[in-house]
């Protein structure tokens, strides 16, 4: 269903050495610097779309420039903070890495 390494769409924007880009599996890492003792899961979701370079993101204000995504979930999840549900988030690519094989 999702791709877990890069896209083959020559359209999809992916910046070149990453292997994030849209239509991959990722796994979208929760601060938990004000709720350590969560025990909910990082999220999974699939890149739907690449967001700005610079700015803020859903879950974490960007202090450099590095690359968005929009990440949409298979399930609404709900923050650490009990916000929600969520159904996707832009998040920094900092705070991603591609998901494991199932």
């Not at 709720?35 to 960007?62: C, H, L, N, R, Y």
């Not at 609404?76 to 094989?101: M, R, T």
Request: charged residues 20%; aromatic residues 8%; glycine residues 10%.
């Amino acid at each position: 269903m999702w791709r877990r390494n890069g896209s083959t769409d020559s359209s999809a924007a992916t910046p070149a050495g990453t292997g994030f880009g849209v239509g991959v599996q990722v796994v979208v890492h929760l601060d938990r610097t004000r709720f350590p003792d969560s025990e909910i899961s990082d999220p999974i979701g699939v890149i739907v779309a690449p967001g700005e370079m610079t700015g803020t993101a859903f879950f974490a204000v960007v202090s450099t420039r590095e690359p968005i995504w929009e990440v949409q979930f298979h399930e609404p999840f709900f923050a650490l903070d009990g916000s929600g549900p969520h159904e996707s988030v832009k998040v920094p690519e900092s705070l991603l890495s591609i998901a494991p094989e199932a």
